[in-house]
Each structure stands twice: as C-alpha cells, then as structure tokens.
C-alpha cells in the first residue's frame, strides 16, 4: 500500500494564526485530495490538490481560508488560515492512482495518518 | 444534508460471533460503495467495495451487501476477532468518480473476549 506521511501529526494552535501541513507520499501519484474530520463528524472533502495548478474547492471552502499548494506529484501542502476553535479537526490528505508494483491503483483511495489541530 | 449515514455510532460484538455494520444513503446517482477501517491515531484504510452492478461482494472474513431499491448496504464481518475493533466508515461515489468520496460518520466497533 501507498506510505503516506503527514507533518505535524498534531498542533495547538492560537485564534488568527495559521498553520501549514505537509503531505509526503513515497511514490507518484495521479490525484491528492485534503479532508477534514470535525469531532463526532464524517469525513468532508476539503478540496482536491491540482499539481501545477490551483486546488478545486469543495462547496463550502475556499482558497483564502485553506490555501493548498502542489509542487510535485509527491508532495501538497494545506495551510489553515486565520484560525478559530471551529476549525480545529484531523486534517487528512489522501492519494488516488498510486503506482504500486507497476500496476496503476486506478480507484482505491489512501489516506495520510492524519493530522489533529487544535485551536484555542 | 447527510447523504450517507450511520446511524450506529458504536457497536459491540463477541469475539467469534459476527459482526453487522449498515450504512444507509439518500443520493441515487451513488454508483460506487466502500467500507474503510480507522484505528486510532491512524488515517481510514480500504477494506472492500462494491459496484452498483452487484449486490454481494466477498473478500475473506468481509462481506459487502447492497440492497439499492431500500439505499441501504451493509459489512458482514465473520467471524469478529478482537483486531478487528476500529471505527468503520462507510463511503459512496457518484457517476463512476471513485476519487471523490462522500462519508459516513462511522461505527465504532468493539470486538470483546
């Protein structure tokens, strides 16, 4: 399976400050997508991380609150921005399309470990 | 507006004996179902699928249902071993998008001794 590592692995973080995170995934992969857990909720797509390119943003986000950069076909970044209690969550990327063994995963989603933000 | 749900949030099984998790869903363009196992302090893991094509999908101790007139599908775990214990997401995807997933907020399964 895809080896999918997040930093940091969790934050407390102060009201108007913002926080980046990292996604690193061990080979290349087609799609990378940014979710967000809020306590006792689903998983929500935050927006899908377009490489070259900017993010395509999920009904209810928007690129001023969660910036997202995707240099390479490894790697994307998630800022949360100006940050309130609301919007502490587990933020997890997730990849499509990992080439593992030679053989195109075509549709089976991995997810990151996740990481836990916490604002005061 | 949920459009997949489980309305078990916590379920709690004997070792051995099986293991029945549901999961209903609202939107009728959903074409694609899956189920993903999270452990603590982990991200959620494929576990199976299952195509609107079918109604049964197998994989060992795992077993998919699908039941579209009633938009209802379940996870079949027999038999339950103390591993198994994690919180179960249920997830759909319309149009044959398997990448853009809609998820449920999850079952909590205890598999006891």
């Known amino acids: 399976s895809a080896v999918i590592s997040q930093k940091p692995s969790r934050d407390i973080c102060q009201r108007g400050t913002s926080l980046t995170i990292q996604c690193q995934v061990d080979?290349?992969?087609?799609?990378m997508f940014w979710y967000r857990q809020q306590p006792g909720q689903s998983l929500t797509l935050i927006a899908t991380?377009?490489?070259?390119?900017?993010?395509?943003?999920e009904s209810g986000f928007v690129i001023d609150k969660f910036p997202i950069s995707r240099p390479n076909l490894t790697f994307s970044t998630l800022t949360v921005s100006n940050m309130s209690p609301e919007d502490s969550s587990i933020y997890l990327c997730?990849?499509?399309?990992?080439?593992?063994?030679?053989?195109?995963?075509?549709?089976?989603?991995?997810f990151g470990p996740g990481t836990r933000l916490t604002v005061l | 507006d949920q459009q997949v749900k489980q309305n078990s949030p916590s379920l709690s099984v004997q070792e051995g004996r099986i293991s029945i998790l549901n999961c209903d869903y609202t939107?009728?363009?959903?074409?694609?179902f899956l189920w993903y196992k999270k452990y603590p302090a982990e991200g959620p893991t494929f576990l199976i699928s299952?195509?609107?094509?079918?109604d049964k999908n197998e994989d060992g101790r795992f077993t998919v249902f699908l039941n579209k007139s009633a938009k209802h599908l379940s996870l079949h775990i027999v038999p339950s071993q103390p591993g198994d214990s994690a919180v179960y997401f249920c997830?759909?995807?319309?149009?044959?998008?398997?990448?853009?997933?809609?998820f449920g907020t999850g079952t909590r399964l205890q598999v006891t001794l």
């Open positions: 997830a759909a995807s319309a149009y044959g998008d398997a990448s853009k997933l809609t």
């Open positions: 939107n009728s363009m959903f074409d694609y």
């Open positions: 997730s990849v499509v399309g990992y080439v593992t063994s030679g053989r195109k995963r075509g549709d089976e989603q991995f």
């Open positions: 299952i195509s609107s094509i079918k």
């Open positions: 991380a377009n490489q070259g390119s900017e993010a395509t943003y």
């Open positions: 080979s290349q992969v087609t799609m």
